[in-house]
T-cell receptor
């Protein structure tokens, strides 16, 4: 079966712009989480969604937002981009109410570079 | 904030040797998971050990969990060059909902 699909794979944006990243989970998976990975901070938790509801949110400013659709696909948006937002953004899906039961399947990520 | 912390940060070994990585965490957990990441790509789930389990095996992987010390170890036996990757432990804290929180990882380099 198809894995977790993230689009686009690479993205270059200018400071001040906004960006939308997309994630399609494995078919049947209803839980989607987002992570930001940087060399300095490592993997930082952004959000977790289950059945279109945000269940958890990490410690990120309000410029970072997300949503999940009825087909479990998810998007995250970053407004007013800053240089420090340059990172690998990873999406992960899980079968049911969270990775604590089943573990996550990750996508290959979107590499965002802010210039 | 990081829940888990891996040790060592980096490890270099020869093919055929065993590699041991350790993870310490801060609060009580439901389970602990180990993941592998190859060169900036997505993470791959390796093994999950529940808080009431002490040891688990999967192929060449052996994971132990000591809840009294709040620590876990991942042993990779007979390492191969293909095991070169970063390894992360991840936990779900009992009092923090269902968000999976990762440590900063151990970078393993296996040379042939």
């Amino acid at each position: 079966k198809a894995g977790v699909t993230q689009t686009p794979r690479y993205l270059i944006k200018t400071r001040g712009q906004q960006v939308t990243l997309s994630c399609s989970p494995i078919s049947g998976h209803r839980s989607v989480s987002w992570y930001q990975q940087t060399p300095g901070q490592g993997l930082q938790f952004l959000f977790e969604y289950f059945s279109e509801t945000q269940r958890n949110k990490g410690n990120f400013p309000g410029r970072f937002s997300g949503r999940q659709f009825s087909n479990s696909r998810s998007e995250m948006n970053v407004s007013t981009l800053e240089l420090g937002d340059s990172a690998l953004y990873l999406c992960a899906s899980s079968l049911d109410e969270g990775a604590y039961i089943y573990g996550y399947t990750f996508g290959s990520g979107t590499r965002l570079t802010v210039v | 904030s990081q829940q888990g912390e891996e040790d060592p940060q980096a490890l270099s070994i020869q093919e055929g040797e065993n590699a041991t990585m350790n993870c310490s965490y801060k609060t009580s957990i439901n389970n602990l998971q180990w993941y592998r990441q190859n060169s900036g790509r997505g993470l791959v789930h390796l093994i999950l050990i529940r808080s009431n389990e002490r040891e688990k095996h999967s192929g060449r992987l052996r994971v132990t969990l000591d809840t009294s010390k709040k620590s876990s170890s991942l042993l990779i036996t007979a390492s191969r060059a293909a095991d070169t990757a970063s390894y992360f432990c991840a936990t779900v804290a009992n009092q923090a909902g269902t968000a999976l929180i990762f440590g900063k990882g151990t970078t393993l380099s296996v040379s042939s």
